[in-house]
């Protein structure tokens, strides 16, 4: 079955790169996109980015010079990397593939 | 970037009532290949977002038929015929057509 999770730090320092790997299962990335979407506490989703089943990658207009997606094919891993993070990047962190399947999230607090 | 404005912000129901709830965006959703990628997604509290409808009336698999969606262009409709308790939660749109994606800020369903 399709299976996506998100793993990373919990804690990050201000002005520090953030780095989240999403691990997935039950599907093949070069026959689907993963997209990677926030949720700050208490708020609504920001949708940050995709890394298309080709590879090529579409960012958030507001993240796009701090922001990179990658990915690893053969180890069916998809890579998030921000960096300059600031106290307003504290979020819950998903992926999705499609937005009918999602990772469980993971929370990632930014400290000044 | 499209803008998603959904309406209203809070909506209070009782169980059993029929309530809706509206996803404008900036411009038309309507793709070149014919699709509208117009979604809706429900999270319920402390949970991952869930897919509810797709491509605007396209009922994800295992969601209630009390569910439906409808609309075109930029005007889109979610509707609960017949909310239950289990529904209560916050109500996103998203959309796929136009990269970069993105959500509406939400509508939160209340018990009156």
Same mark, same amino acid.
């Given at each position: 079955?399709?299976?996506?999770?998100?793993?990373?730090?919990?804690?990050?320092?201000?002005?520090?790169?953030?780095?989240?790997?999403?691990?997935?299962?039950? $599907? *093949?990335?070069?026959?689907?996109?993963? #997209?990677?979407?926030?949720?700050?506490?208490? %708020?609504?989703?920001?949708?940050?980015? #995709?890394?298309? =089943?080709?590879?090529?990658?579409?960012?958030?207009?507001?993240?796009?010079? =701090?922001? *990179? #997606?990658?990915?690893?094919?053969? %180890?069916?891993?998809? $890579?998030? %990397?921000?960096?300059?993070?600031?106290?307003?990047?504290?979020?819950?962190?998903?992926?999705? =593939?499609?937005?009918?399947?999602?990772?469980?999230?993971?929370?990632?607090?930014?400290?000044? | 970037?499209?803008?998603?404005?959904? /309406?209203?912000? /809070?909506?209070?129901? &009782?169980?059993?009532?029929?309530? @809706?709830?509206?996803?404008?965006?900036?411009?038309?959703?309507? !793709?070149?290949?014919?699709?509208?990628?117009? !979604?809706?997604?429900?999270?319920?509290?402390?949970?991952?977002?869930?897919?509810?409808?797709?491509?605007? @009336?396209?009922?994800?698999?295992?969601?209630?038929?009390?569910?439906?969606?409808?609309?075109?262009?930029?005007?889109? &409709?979610?509707?609960?015929?017949?909310?239950?308790?289990?529904?209560?939660?916050?109500?996103?749109?998203?959309?796929?057509? !136009?990269?970069?994606?993105?959500?509406?800020?939400?509508?939160?369903?209340?018990?009156?």
């Amino acid at each position: 079955q399709v299976q996506l999770k998100e793993s990373g730090p919990v804690l990050v320092q201000a002005s520090e790169t953030l780095s989240l790997t999403c691990t997935v299962s039950g $599907f *093949s990335l070069t026959n689907y996109g993963v #997209i990677w979407v926030r949720q700050p506490p208490g %708020k609504g989703l920001e949708w940050m980015g #995709i890394i298309w =089943r080709n590879g090529n990658t579409d960012y958030n207009s507001a993240l796009k010079s =701090r922001l *990179s #997606i990658n990915r690893d094919t053969s %180890k069916s891993q998809v $890579f998030l %990397k921000m960096n300059s993070l600031q106290t307003d990047d504290t979020a819950i962190y998903y992926c999705t =593939r499609d937005m009918g399947y999602w990772g469980q999230g993971v929370m990632v607090t930014v400290s000044s | 970037d499209v803008v998603l404005t959904q /309406t209203p912000p /809070t909506l209070s129901a &009782t169980i059993g009532q029929s309530v @809706s709830i509206s996803c404008r965006s900036s411009q038309s959703l309507l !793709h070149s290949n014919g699709n509208t990628y117009l !979604h809706w997604l429900l999270q319920r509290p402390g949970q991952s977002p869930q897919l509810l409808i797709y491509l605007v @009336s396209r009922l994800e698999s295992g969601v209630p038929n009390r569910f439906s969606g409808s609309g075109s262009g930029t005007d889109f &409709t979610l509707k609960i015929s017949g909310v239950e308790a289990e529904d209560l939660g916050v109500y996103y749109c998203v959309q796929g057509t !136009h990269a970069p994606y993105t959500f509406g800020a939400g509508t939160k369903l209340e018990l009156k």
